[in-house]
T-cell receptor
């Protein structure tokens, strides 16, 4: 049984560069979420997909952020022109529509220098 | 806007003692989650509470939900060092899928 998989686990980038994170949800999970967590805080919602449709985007997701879920399988989160304030752990989670448990991946740590 | 407050934010306990973490939320919700997070790691699901009066137990942890008071508790019985972690409660609001998290309670269990 594979859980939610995220890649890369750690990324250090220079300010102004673009980064992309990938999330592979649990097989047959049609709901997929992205959250962001900074040190000492709880995760904050970024965006939500049901199958391939992106149904909600948080106000936290500026124009520099874009997320996709082609074919309703894996998802990518791209951050363009990174800023130091983007440094955080980006968490992906998945669930089934009919289920209650939401499973989180190991997270992708981003450090912008 | 849904707000979730946890207290205490920091908790230092001795092994063998009991304690309770509280989670209050501001608007009606039909689902409340408790997660555990170890340093540098992701979130491990502990409990999902679905209805008023729901109580769930796993080992030394017991969670309960009072939807009328908009309050959940996570009770720790006879704490052991392995329980040291940050505990988050999270509530699903009107959207039916979006979790709003509290700030977390950093629990340290000392020998």
């Amino acid at each position: 049984d594979t859980g939610v998989s995220q890649d890369p686990r750690h990324k250090i980038t220079k300010r102004g560069q673009n980064v992309t994170f990938r999330c592979d949800p649990i097989s047959e999970h049609n709901r997929l979420y992205w959250y962001r967590q900074t040190l000492g805080q709880g995760p904050e919602f970024l965006t939500y997909f049901q199958n391939e449709a992106q149904l909600e985007k948080s106000r936290l997701l500026s124009d520099r952020f874009s997320a996709e879920r082609p074919k309703g399988s894996f998802s990518t989160l791209e951050i363009q022109r990174t800023e130091q304030g983007d440094s955080a752990m980006y968490l992906c989670a998945s669930s089934v529509v009919s289920g209650n448990t939401i499973y989180f991946g190991e997270g992708s740590w981003l450090t912008v220098v | 806007e849904l707000k979730v407050e946890q207290n205490p934010l920091f908790l230092s306990m001795q092994e063998g003692k009991n304690y309770t973490i509280y989670c209050n939320y501001s608007t009606t919700s039909d689902r409340l989650y408790w997660y555990r997070q170890d340093p540098g790691k992701s979130l491990e699901s502990l409990f999902v509470l679905l209805s008023n009066g729901a109580v769930k137990q796993e080992g030394r942890l017991m969670a309960s939900l009072d939807t009328k008071a908009r309050l959940s508790t996570l009770h720790i019985t006879a704490a052991v060092h392995d329980l040291s972690a940050t505990y988050f409660c999270a509530v699903v609001g009107g959207s039916n899928y979006k979790l709003t998290f509290g700030k977390g309670t950093l629990l340290t269990v000392n020998p």
